[in-house]
């Protein structure tokens, strides 16, 4: 979950010993007697040799003490709903909606939930314990969870995915509080639910992602998803970065694909037809402006989130990305993945 070089760190007994590591690397603890320091190997090995690696505890209490010692900055995380949704790379049905979330559990616990960067977020544990896990024909598939920066084509390539074979991949039918039209059915265009539901299910930690767009709620439930995957399917959604705890469960077991925006040159060649919907919900053609917002934002949440990133894919073109996602999907089914401990034996086991 952290990156660490025992060459700049003072605290280490003997920096030669230790063994540096990025986020997203799997390590083997062989021998954790010390309270402080840990031997480990860095998988697959290609030496025996083991080196130290400091403990959680250690690791904790280094990141409290660098939280504390930045500069006070009152809740910039969540400066502003559409200016924090709109730098996380929100999905397109969502990111033009004004959030609840912070206002429905309180600022303060929004943030400190919530921030990357919080010493008391969840996503700030400096090691997640792994298994090798294979998925089972006769189980639920995986979720396939992708995430991006607005503009990067997550909506088109998802789109695209159902497309090819609409009998094994779905999406999720989201849930809203607005009135149905005259040709929606509740249960395939939307589920159709008063506000009140809409809150209860909010507050019992049921959404996946939710927001509101001129007066009305919209959101996916985890309920939603798991009747795409009970039906036997492969349910496809696009998330936000900040959705990543709610679709990293035993429940849903996402495998996370990252569509990465090329080099701004790329996208210049690639995208010079192509409009973008404005926070007016008007479309326009794209400008240079913003293909390198596109390129910062993807920098951005590859550099936060990149260890809970199970694949990814560069979107440089669309029907070779769509490819490339095609062959991620299955490989998620019928490959060997490591994936959370805590997906397969409950917590107070491991």
């Given at each position: 979950?952290?990156?660490?070089?025992?060459?700049?760190?003072?605290?280490?007994?003997?920096?030669?010993?230790?063994?540096?590591?990025?986020?997203?690397?799997?390590?083997?603890?062989?021998?954790?007697?010390?309270?402080?320091?840990?031997?480990?190997?860095?998988?697959?090995?290609?030496?025996?040799?083991?080196?130290?690696?400091?403990?959680?505890?250690?690791?904790?209490?280094?990141?409290?003490?660098?939280?504390?010692?930045?500069?006070?900055?009152?809740?910039?995380?969540?400066?502003?709903?559409?200016?924090?949704?709109?730098?996380?790379?929100?999905?397109?049905?969502?990111?033009?909606?004004?959030?609840?979330?912070?206002?429905?559990?309180?600022?303060?616990?929004?943030?400190?939930?919530?921030?990357?960067?919080?010493?008391?977020?969840?996503?700030?544990?400096?090691?997640?314990?792994?298994?090798?896990?294979?998925?089972?024909?006769?189980?639920?598939?995986?979720?396939?969870?992708?995430?991006?920066?607005?503009?990067?084509?997550?909506?088109?390539?998802?789109?695209?995915?159902?497309?090819?074979?609409?009998?094994?991949?779905q999406g999720a039918v989201p849930h809203?509080?607005?009135?149905?039209?005259?040709?929606?059915?509740?249960?395939?265009?939307?589920?159709?639910?008063?506000?009140?539901?809409?809150?209860?299910?909010?507050?019992?930690?049921?959404?996946?992602?939710?927001?509101?767009?001129?007066?009305?709620?919209?959101?996916?439930?985890?309920?939603?998803?798991?009747?795409?995957?009970?039906?036997?399917?492969?349910?496809?959604?696009?998330?936000?970065?900040?959705?990543?705890?709610?679709?990293?469960?035993?429940?849903?077991?996402?495998?996370?694909?990252?569509?990465?925006?090329?080099?701004?040159?790329?996208?210049?060649?690639?995208?010079?037809?192509?409009?973008?919907?404005?926070?007016?919900?008007?479309?326009?053609?794209?400008?240079?402006?913003?293909?390198?917002?596109?390129?910062?934002?993807?920098?951005?949440?590859?550099?936060?989130?990149?260890?809970?990133?199970?694949?990814?894919?560069?979107?440089?073109?669309?029907?070779a990305a769509c490819v490339q996602l095609?062959?991620?999907?299955?490989?998620?089914?019928?490959?060997?993945?490591?994936?959370?401990?805590?997906?397969?034996?409950?917590?107070?086991?491991?």
């Amino acid at each position: 979950m952290v990156d660490y070089n025992p060459h700049v760190d003072p605290s280490i007994p003997c920096a030669d010993a230790g063994m540096a590591f990025r986020k997203g690397d799997i390590l083997e603890i062989v021998d954790q007697s010390d309270s402080l320091w840990w031997q480990a190997v860095k998988l697959p090995s290609i030496t025996a040799c083991a080196g130290l690696i400091p403990s959680t505890s250690l690791l904790k209490r280094k990141q409290k003490e660098l939280w504390w010692s930045q500069p006070y900055h009152p809740h910039t995380c969540v400066k502003t709903y559409e200016e924090a949704f709109e730098s996380a790379g929100f999905r397109r049905s969502l990111r033009l909606c004004r959030r609840r979330r912070g206002q429905a559990f309180g600022t303060s616990q929004f943030c400190t939930l919530r921030c990357p960067t919080s010493c008391y977020s969840s996503l700030a544990n400096p090691y997640e314990e792994v298994v090798r896990y294979q998925h089972h024909p006769e189980h639920p598939h995986r979720l396939i969870a992708l995430l991006g920066p607005s503009g990067v084509g997550v909506n088109e390539l998802r789109r695209r995915l159902i497309e090819i074979n609409p009998k094994v991949y779905q999406g999720a039918v989201p849930h809203t509080t607005r009135p149905p039209k005259c040709h929606e059915e509740s249960g395939r265009e939307y589920h159709f639910i008063s506000r009140e539901q809409f809150d209860t299910m909010v507050c019992n930690h049921r959404f996946i992602d939710f927001g509101e767009l001129r007066g009305h709620l919209y959101g996916t439930s985890v309920d939603a998803v798991k009747d795409v995957l009970a039906s036997g399917k492969i349910c496809v959604i696009d998330i936000e970065p900040h959705a990543l705890e709610s679709v990293r469960t035993a429940e849903l077991r996402a495998y996370v694909i990252f569509i990465k925006p090329p080099t701004v040159e790329q996208m210049k060649h690639t995208r010079m037809n192509s409009h973008i919907i404005t926070n007016y919900y008007t479309s326009r053609p794209f400008k240079d402006e913003d293909f390198q917002e596109i390129e910062d934002a993807g920098r951005n949440m590859e550099q936060h989130y990149c260890q809970f990133f199970d694949h990814v894919i560069v979107n440089d073109g669309l029907q070779a990305a769509c490819v490339q996602l095609l062959t991620a999907v299955r490989r998620a089914q019928d490959e060997p993945q490591w994936v959370p401990a805590t997906w397969i034996r409950p917590t107070n086991q491991s």
